[in-house]
């Protein structure tokens, strides 16, 4: 079997579920969208549903890739939270049908499709609550990191919502000014 053949019909999967969502995406669908036959894609996927928990998971992970490695590329804590901020919202803006995938679509309606996408909301949180250098409880740093990831994706959802084009390094740099103001207050009266 071929990795690239693999990627395609992951490729395609992606906007046919992002744009109909789980229930109305069929396989024939993927398959006629790559000029294939159906069999060909369960070479590759027993089932619609290990499709769509594949690409959750391959999502969650190219976006918290994407996040981590960006914060890992400075020392310094404030341009750390700013390139993580800066990340996330560049691969928002690249990724939209990924975004969509992961946060908008019926992966809320399925308790394992919500599952998996907890999974990445709290990697994503064990991911960044060590570069959170505040002193607190590692159980306060954790529920910060949630925070962030939080605000990240509310913003993110109201700004694809608005259809607008969005500046990712402008936002990103807002919303670190933001997160670390309120970061860099713990502890002051």
Do not use: C
Request: hydrophobic share 45%; glycine share 6%; proline share 3%.
């Amino acid at each position: 079997m071929s990795t690239d053949r693999r990627r395609q019909i992951l490729d395609v999967a992606l906007k046919a579920f992002s744009t109909a969502g789980y229930h109305a995406t069929s396989m024939n669908g993927i398959a006629d969208a790559l000029n294939i036959t159906k069999p060909v894609v369960y070479q590759y996927f027993d089932s619609k549903r290990a499709l769509y928990l594949e690409l959750l998971k391959d999502v969650g992970e190219d976006l918290l890739s994407s996040v981590t490695t960006s914060i890992s590329s400075s020392g310094e804590p404030r341009v750390q939270v700013e390139q993580g901020m800066i990340a996330y919202f560049t691969w928002v803006d690249k990724n939209r049908d990924a975004f969509a995938l992961l946060f908008e679509s019926s992966a809320r309606v399925d308790d394992e499709f919500e599952d998996i996408v907890s999974e990445f909301e709290e990697g994503a949180a064990r991911a960044i609550s060590p570069f959170i250098a505040v002193n607190v409880a590692q159980e306060d740093l954790y529920a910060f990191a949630i925070g962030i990831v939080g605000m990240a994706e509310a913003v993110s959802r109201q700004v694809i919502k608005s259809g607008k084009p969005f500046q990712p390094e402008s936002l990103g740099r807002s919303l670190a000014v933001m997160a670390w103001g309120g970061l860099r207050s713990i502890g002051q009266h």
